[in-house]
């Protein structure tokens, strides 16, 4: 529309910005930029050359932007303005795009259902007061209801995937190193990564390619020049597909059912279909809540009240400073996950749980290597269900949530790329489907993905939002 | 009952280099408070680490002369803790896998040698400077040390006293200077460091318990703070009491150490291998050009003081093992300066003069360039020995150049020969009893006319014109 | 996880647990580890930890100053601070 000049950039922008206010009932934003967006559209001219030019685009609040708040949906944050700006949304600002809001999540994106956000839950835009899925649950909830064509995730745990699945939208989750994690709030170091967003893998494919590139100032940043995973995109071969013996069962009927779909799509379009095994895979819930943990209590440790963000009013000495803006500046998620962490590092556990973890993570990584010498992606549902009720999961056994979280855990743990593609609905609510492939694979990915979705048509489907007036 | 002390030290040595360990902020000393402190130093969220390469070199170069083991792949580990002045809430630290394993150094005690063994040093960054005397109800914080390079160097339990301390101490700070590690600067807290103390009965193999004096920042300091600790944790069991292994701190101007205030919970600084840093590896290509551009040694300066420049035993050993004086030494043999003559001067009068304001060369007026300029003077005759003190006095307190001094207060010596001449015939002639009496054998009276002919030049007159002009006169 | 445990963890992570949250997080905890007990049924002997996903060295960086002095930005942020300094309550050691 841009390129026929139906449309300004400023037309777009304030049409974006109109739709996020219309929608504020979804709570998908925590802060809408309102006046710098516009400004930014009006200085811009469209360039026909570039995909993302002019493309509004929403960001996870846990991306740093200069002056503008940013606060991971946490109480601790509240009003904090950064001095700085986060490397991908310079890579994407760079590219053309506008940034019109900072999108809701869960606390430091420790949730799989946006329910511990300090700024409220955001609802599922296919179903009122059903969760959008999490952390990156107000990016997902903000393009599926058309406010963006394009928002920023970050995924540690399936972050991005599992809310993509549940909103019907495609999300990338890159190999670990691809995406510069400078001016990302961190959450688990070593599992924490970047990704689009959107509602194709094509249009993953470009804002990959924007968000992708070596940082100097990013150490774990892979030494590698930016993906050109669009110019691969047609370029789809019919590859094996692993299914994983181990999660077999795991589905409910109308769950596997979905599932086997895609499966018969892929077939029909030429992938071969083969049983894989991932011996190790069902310990990787247990991996992930010790290593997980045990980054974020360290990571955690400089919201201390002293220099940024929330301090208590009621302190009489430093003691005071600390224990009371931190037990009242977190939730109750992110205080779990700070003494379990603090725990699993503390004296005489340390090789017990951590070490114990990581070396369980290496077996897990190596299942993968050994997995990919019999196929070439690995194919597993996203979720194991389709969204689901505020407050009906995890409020009473918190692990019952953690098992949102079964099949997309593993690949941050070994560091590899996976996407979560919309495949057919169950019970009229979107599900997903997940493609893993071996480190940098990303190109293969989408090109699978987009194949997929040239054959399908879920992903072209769009909630009403009548419910969000 | 005899007592000995087992003591082992953790020397903190702030490295210098330019920029931080993990940010490219200036570690410069003296700018204003949290100017030298960038989003990394700040701990904002979202920033990350990058490792200096340079205090990655240095800290092999320490390694190296230490003849330690030098791990070539090495990591970092995060050690956490609360305190305001620590900007993350834990310190990049290497506890795990140190850049530099065992090694070791000698020491010299009254004359006797000692090997004291090095358990490990590691690269970890400094605390910003928490100033709690400043305001009644608040500390201030100031994070311009924040992430400062320190090169943390822990040596065995394995020195027995407090003058052996401080003797390893000034060895580490020798080693640290010379191979341009740290500019070894303690009163700006560019070394310091922590004492284990403990006491057991004389021959006794068993370890006593021990307690922990943080943060001492002066030779001087060293040695009474372990001496009042010693002396303290013997009046402890001598009265039947145990020592509680603690952390103190010495007060200095009540010369004792104090237990720091206790807390309800032990610290667990639960490490674990930083996330945000891979571990850093160093090439045998990289330790070779290291090795090629080794500083020498204060050792092997003093034999080639020795043997190759012939200056005596006191000259070479002053000279090699004191930094700064030895910086300025190879400057002046740099500029063509006689190495007997420049050796004289530095440890002589020039050491004389700094020792005086208990200061070290680079904080005074002086630098080579003015003192090559006093002994170009001294050696081509323009002003005598007794002249260039008068000088160098001078320059030492204005810092004017020799020549200029010379200029204007006239202190050019006299070498003319005809001037010479005239001015000791007036002594020999006003002065005829005197050389009646030397031409009778009085052959002491020769000084007698040398003075007057000091007096009469104001100090100017070429001595050895002199002793000639007058064996001429006199002879006749 | 016994009440002393409790209580060393939330004085490490400087967390207090208020009455109503603490027996739910106490309890919630004692979950959560049972789930990650889990692990101990695995024979890790010969393995090594992996501890980031990306088995490659870090890039050193050049001594060379390049930074801004933000001394403004940081301390007009800071919940307490002057001109020149970040406050906290006066720490007696």
Known sequence: MLANKEITPSELTEESISLAKRYASLNCFNVINEEAAIAQSRNLS?????????????????????????????????????????????????????????????????????????????????????????????????????????????DTGGSIRQPAALCNLTGLKPTYGRISRWGMIAFASSLDQAGPIAHTAKDCA???????????????????????????????????????????????????????????????????????????????????????????????????????????????????????????????????????????????????????????????????????????????????????????????????????????????????????????????????????????????????????????????????????? | MTWEAVIGLEAHVQLSTKTKLFSRASTSFGADPNTNVNLVDCGLPGVLPTVNREAFYKAIRFGLAIDATINQTSHFDRKNYFYPDLPKGYQITQMERPIVLGGFVEINVDGIKKIINITRAHLEEDAGKSIHDADPNNSLIDLNRAGTPLLEIVSEPEISSAKEAVAYMKALHQLITFLDVSDGNMSQGSMRCDANVSIRKAGSQELGTRTEIKNINSFRFIEKAINFEIKRQIRVLESGDKIIQETRLYDSVKDETRPMRTKEFANDYRYFPEPDLLPIVISNEEIEEIKNNFPELPKHKKIRYLNDLQLSENDAEILSSTKSLSVIFEELLNTGNNAVLAARWLVGDVSALLNKDQIEIEESKLDAKLISELLKNIENNTISGKIAKEVLEECYQTGASPNSVIESKGLKQITNTNELQSILQDIVNANPEQVNQFKSGKDKLFGYFVGQAMKATQGKGNPELINKILRELLAK | MDKQTVRTICYLSRLSLDQNSAQKIESDLDVILSMIDELQEVDTSKIEPMFSPIEQTAIVYDDVISSDNLKEDFLTQAPNSDNNFFKVPKVVE
């Open chain 1, 46 to 154: 469209f360039d026909s050359n570039n995909l993302l030019s002019c493309i509004p685009i929403a960001h996870k609040d846990l991306f740093c932007i200069k002056d503008l708040e940013t606060t991971c949906s946490s109480k601790i944050l509240e009003g904090y303005k950064p001095p700085y700006t986060a490397t991908v949304v310079k890579n994407l600002e760079n590219a053309g795009c506008i940034t019109i809001a900072k999108t809701n999540m869960d606390e430091f994106a420790m949730g799989s259902s946006n329910e511990t956000s300090y700024f409220g839950n955001v609802h599922n835009p296919w179903l009122k007061n059903h969760v959008p899925g999490g952390s990156s649950g107000g990016a997902a909830a903000s393009v599926a209801s058309g406010i963006v064509p394009l928002a920023t995730g970050t």
């Open chain 1, 206 to 469: 470009i804002a990959l390619d924007a968000m992708t590139g070596h940082d100097s100032k990013d150490s774990t940043s892979l030494h590698l020049g930016k993906t050109t995973t669009l110019e691969t995109l047609e370029k789809h071969t019919s590859l094996t597909l692993g299914i994983v013996k181990e999660f077999n069962g795991q589905l409910s009927a109308e769950m596997e059912l979905a599932f086997q779909k895609s499966i018969m799509t892929y077939q029909s379009l030429g992938y071969k279909i083969k049983e894989i095994t991932l011996p190790n895979i069902k310990y990787s819930v247990p991996t992930y809540y010790v290593i997980a943990p045990a980054e974020c209590s360290s990571n955690l440790s400089r919201f201390d009240g002293v220099r940024f963000g929330f301090r208590s009013k009621n302190i009489q000495n430093l003691e005071d400073l600390y224990v009371k803006s931190r037990s009242e500046g977190f939730g109750n998620e992110v205080k779990r996950r700070i003494l379990i962490g603090t725990y699993v590092l503390s004296a005489g556990y340390y090789d017990a749980y951590y070490k114990k973890a990581q070396q369980v993570r290496r077996l897990i990584a190596e299942d993968f290597n050994s997995a990919f010498k019999e196929c070439d992606l690995i194919l597993t549902p996203t979720s194991p269900g389709t969204t689901f009720a505020f407050d009906s999961k995890g409020s009473k056994d918190p692990t019952e949530l953690y098992l949102e979280d079964l099949f997309t855990i593993a690949a941050n743990l070994a560091g590899i790329p996976a996407i979560s593609v919309p495949q057919a609905f169950v019970n009229n609510l979107p599900s997903g489907h997940q493609l893993i492939g071996p480190h940098l694979s990303e190109s293969a990915i989408l090109q699978t993905a987009h194949h997929f979705q040239l054959n399908s048509d879920w992903h072209l489907k769009s909630p009403s939002m009548e419910s969000f007036l």
